[in-house]
């Protein structure tokens, strides 16, 4: 879907101007985003990389539940992890008592736990394993640990935190995969462009997994650098961006907080 504001109402140096920015997120997460873009001008075309589906198994998620009173530290890497742990709970007719301490990995996160009533105490600077693991460490010690994640998670926090002393359990909530429609759909995004069409394809694609990156480039085939020749890839953050470098390509900036308002200003900045 495209969006876009009639020249009169967009600012006139905001830089995006016309530009095609694709969003790959799901659409749901993409409103305040969009809005915002849409507002400066930009055409935002909306393809998610990623969907949510239930993990492979959910007997580690309600062995979890079933214990959940006996953790101290709760952290939640998403809000999908959120949405998922209380949709299961819910199913199962378990309530869940608040632990000691919870932490969201960033505001998203813990807009989703206020949805339930729950308030996120601890958040790490930057929105990644490596902050949390040093927020939390000096916490863990001798505690027990749940970590709410997606099934392809990074193992960083799960260790950095046993290795502290804590009594970890790092659980798939959910899983993630590519859509089945998103192949197609790109490959017609970066088709040459015809006649009737826009006189452009895109000018830049904002990812914010390394999932996403690599969704991307299984989608467009052996030849994605060529289709992605004068495109703007924007990460979200390091981990990220590493696996945009990863694939041989360069990316046009690194959010300058790991944030939607982060790849907002860093899209301004590159264009301006």
């Not at 009737?196 to 085939?221: E, F, K, N």
Request: hydrophobic fraction near 45%; aromatic fraction near 6%; include cysteine.
């Amino acid at each position: 879907m495209e969006k876009n504001i009639s020249s009169s109402t967009a600012p006139a140096r905001s830089g995006l101007n016309g530009r095609r920015i694709l969003l790959t997120r799901a659409s749901h997460q993409n409103q305040q985003l969009a809005a915002a873009l849409s507002g400066l001008g930009a055409v935002t075309i909306e393809l998610p990389l990623l969907e949510i589906a239930p993990p492979a198994s959910y007997a580690a998620l309600d062995q979890v539940i079933e214990e959940w009173r006996e953790y101290e530290i709760a952290i939640f890497t998403s809000a999908n992890g959120v949405h998922a742990l209380f949709a299961r709970a819910q199913s199962l007719c378990r309530s869940l008592r608040i632990p000691d301490s919870v932490c969201a990995m960033g505001p998203a996160t813990a807009r989703a736990l206020a949805d339930y009533g729950w308030q996120a105490a601890l958040m790490p600077e930057k929105f990644v394993a490596e902050s949390a693991a040093e927020l939390l460490a000096p916490l863990a010690q001798n505690r027990r640990v749940v970590i709410l994640q997606a099934a392809e998670a990074r193992d960083i926090l799960e260790y950095a935190l046993s290795h502290a002393g804590g009594r970890v359990t790092a659980v798939a909530a959910y899983q993630t995969r590519m859509p089945a429609e998103a192949p197609a759909r790109l490959r017609e995004l970066l088709a040459p462009p015809q006649p009737s069409g826009p006189p452009r394809r895109l000018d830049a694609i904002l990812l914010t997994s390394a999932l996403a990156v690599t969704h991307l480039i299984q989608a467009l085939g052996p030849d994605y650098s060529h289709q992605l020749t004068d495109i703007a890839l924007g990460a979200i953050g390091p981990i990220t961006r590493q696996k945009i470098i990863s694939y041989g390509l360069a990316p046009a900036f690194t959010a300058p907080e790991y944030t939607a308002c982060g790849l907002i200003a860093g899209l301004q900045n590159y264009f301006q």
